[in-house]
């Protein structure tokens, strides 16, 4: 069965600073992807970043990374040069590329961003 | 596109009361997912469809949670009855199938329902 789990509830960071949120998975399917979306105070769900389990390099967008370590089981959001605007809820997901493709969620990890 | 859309963004009903929450996918996405969102449980998947088939709706709470996809521009999620631990933020979202190009969801604004 599919697992995800974020074990940090909550993360301080220091403006303009980098930060990793933890992120590790759990999946028998060989084919999946791995996904970050970020959760601000109003509510929507913004999606940031993908990463496929067949994809040689990890995924890139701007100022957000993914650290995929396919034998660890992790995917870890990295955020360079942190802003206050990145203060959030951010959510790691998981899908199956089998049965159907079920989209699961992590419990979520709040990040805070100091000036 | 405008996106997934859900109607109503906010409905406060009675105990009792049947409830329908309504979603409008991205036009061309064939997989759609309705969630759940509270504080106790975080987001939680209730049902997903494929080409408007149910797939898994292993998360749907009990037999008052119903969930249908008529056509490929429109979902329901029905409640009935509603009760007051049904309060939550309700996501619809919708993405292409998997083996088509990225799958990542894109989300609606959410409903938020208060049952008192």
């Known amino acids: 069965a599919q697992k995800i789990t974020q074990t940090q509830p909550g993360m301080f960071v220091q403006e303009k600073e980098a930060v990793t949120l933890d992120c590790t998975y759990d999946?028998?399917?060989?084919?999946?992807?791995l996904f970050w979306y970020k959760q601000p105070s109003s509510g929507e769900m913004i999606f940031l970043i993908y990463?496929?389990?067949?994809?040689?390099q990890n995924a890139t967008e701007g100022r957000y990374s993914l650290n995929f370590q396919k034998a660890r089981k992790s995917a870890n959001l990295v955020i360079s040069a942190s802003q206050l605007g990145d203060s959030a809820m951010y959510f790691c997901a998981m899908r199956d590329d089998a049965g159907g493709g079920k989209l699961i969620f992590g419990q979520g990890t709040e990040l805070s961003v100091k000036p | 596109d405008a996106g997934v859309i859900q109607s109503p963004r906010h409905e406060v009903t009675e105990m009792g009361q049947e409830v329908t929450l309504r979603c409008k996918p991205i036009?061309?996405?064939?997989?759609l997912f309705w969630y759940r969102q509270t504080m106790m449980r975080g987001l939680e998947l209730l049902i997903y469809?494929?080409?408007?088939?149910?797939?898994?709706d292993s998360g749907m709470p009990e037999d008052r949670f119903s969930a249908k996809m008529p056509n490929a521009s429109f979902s329901t999620l029905k409640i009935q009855p509603s009760e007051p631990r049904d309060s939550a933020v309700y996501f619809c979202?919708?993405?292409?199938?998997?083996?088509?190009?990225?799958?990542?969801?894109?989300f609606g604004q959410g409903t938020r329902l208060t049952v008192v």
């Open positions: 990463q496929g389990s067949y994809d040689q």
């Open positions: 999946t028998s399917d060989p084919s999946y992807g």
């Open positions: 979202a919708s993405s292409f199938q998997p083996g088509q190009s990225h799958t990542e969801a894109f």
């Open positions: 036009s061309g996405h064939n997989s």
């Open positions: 469809f494929n080409n408007n088939v149910p797939i898994d």
